[in-house]
């Protein structure tokens, strides 16, 4: 109880800082405050970190909808994008294209999307500061913590409790494609010298913003989002219980696992405590764990990891954990025993025992992620709230 309230309090500065302050007047801010708080305090209390995560992901991505639509037809009046918009570089910056950027910046010194640079929420330096930092901390646990639109496919994935197709043998072809697809994105974007994922292969287009259909490609696009979205984001996941857009087809996620080495954090798997049961390997979404994986005693998921804690729940042993990635995995299989948070040759008296405890790794990651959904939702989820409420009383905004 103690650790919940210590780590309760630290996050209730993070939601002050980036939501309530200079909202204190606002009853949305409130309440998006309080649920924060609370969803926080459940997850540390009963650690049952991921079904908090999800609870708190797959509502982001409804509410993240509602506000940024909303955001485009105030700033523009529409969600469709038009050539004037694209020259005014009005376009929101996403974290997706961030691999699609870079090797055209590094050649020409030309930004290829059409964002503004600074001075917007979504501005082309903001987003990159922000992505920087969450690498350094939380690495690819962005797809599982924090990113707006993989709530989308955590909710359809969770929809039937078993799955209809099993991909656990097909995890390393997905993983082989998603890697193969983010050099195509790459060498595309740098051959055309635009941003060729967002013009073709986007499927959350439906639920941000989309371009004009004006002509035939334009068509073609439209209809290539609609079943990207339809067939990745809903149909498979549900049939799968895998986040198949996450896993195959996003060039971030494929991004964020080779930057992932220099991330703070990682998940081990204490192969001493591990019976093979492979209960981690179907339950995770990101198709991170074989049956190599476990049969081999890797003793880490593999690189598409993206930290949701699934497998810690669900692990009949208590074998898999958060651990410091400076930490060796030796260090990891000495915690990991007895699956507490704090050790065994934890010392007698209380005091010290709760301070183990606050340095525990699962805390501190957990504590960090959660520190990003809150900075990256701080301000579209009262957003979302106070739009629902004035269509539904009415009255201005
Ligand atoms: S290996 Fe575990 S923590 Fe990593 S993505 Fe899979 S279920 Fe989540
Ligand atoms: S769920 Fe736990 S015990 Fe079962 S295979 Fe995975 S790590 Fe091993």
């Not at 060498?187 to 986007?202: A, D, T």
């Not at 898999?320 to 030796?330: K, P």
């Amino acid at each position: 109880m103690a650790v919940t309230a210590f780590f309760s309090a630290f996050m209730g500065v993070v939601v002050f800082f980036f939501s309530l302050s200079g909202n204190m007047g606002s009853p949305a801010h409130w309440i998006y405050a309080i649920s924060m708080l609370a969803v926080f305090a459940a997850m540390i209390h009963t650690r049952a970190y991921s079904r908090w995560r999800r609870v708190f992901q797959v509502s982001f991505a409804l509410l993240f909808m509602i506000s940024f639509i909303g955001i485009l037809y105030d700033e523009r009046g529409s969600m469709s994008l038009t050539q004037d918009t694209v020259q005014s570089g009005e376009v929101p910056f996403c974290q997706i294209v961030i691999p699609a950027i870079i090797a055209p910046f590094a050649l020409t010194g030309r930004v290829i999307f059409p964002a503004r640079m600074t001075g917007h929420f979504a501005s082309v330096m903001g987003m990159i500061l922000l992505w920087f930092i969450a690498t350094v901390t939380i690495g690819r646990g962005w797809c599982g913590w924090v990113c707006f639109y993989g709530g989308w496919e955590e909710g359809a994935s969770r929809i039937l409790k078993k799955p209809r197709v099993n991909l656990l043998s097909r995890n390393k072809d997905l993983r082989s494609f998603q890697f193969a697809f983010l050099f195509f994105v790459v060498l595309m974007s740098l051959g055309f010298m635009s941003s060729v994922y967002c013009e073709w292969f986007c499927p959350f287009k439906l639920v941000t913003e989309y371009a004009e259909i004006s002509d035939l490609p334009s068509l073609i696009a439209t209809v290539i989002f609609i079943g990207l979205f339809l067939g990745l984001v809903i149909v498979l996941p549900l049939l799968t219980r895998k986040r198949t857009q996450c896993s195959a087809l996003c060039p971030f996620g494929a991004f964020q696992s080779l930057m992932d080495r220099f991330s703070s954090y990682r998940v081990v798997i204490d192969v001493d405590k591990c019976v093979g049961c492979m209960k981690c390997a179907e339950a995770c979404s990101f198709c991170a764990i074989d049956r190599e994986t476990i049969r081999e005693e890797k003793g880490r998921p593999e690189l598409t990891c993206a930290k949701c804690g699934e497998c810690l729940s669900v692990c009949p042993t208590g074998a898999i954990r958060y651990q410091f990635s400076f930490q060796a995995v030796s260090d990891a299989r000495i915690r990991a025993k007895g699956c507490s948070p704090v050790p065994k040759n934890a010392p007698s008296n209380r005091f010290g025992a709760y301070f183990q405890a606050i340095l525990d790794p699962q805390y501190l990651f957990v504590f960090t992620a959660f520190t990003f959904s809150v900075i990256v939702s701080g301000k579209f989820i009262p957003d979302a709230f106070i739009r629902i409420a004035s269509i539904a009383f009415g009255g201005p905004r």
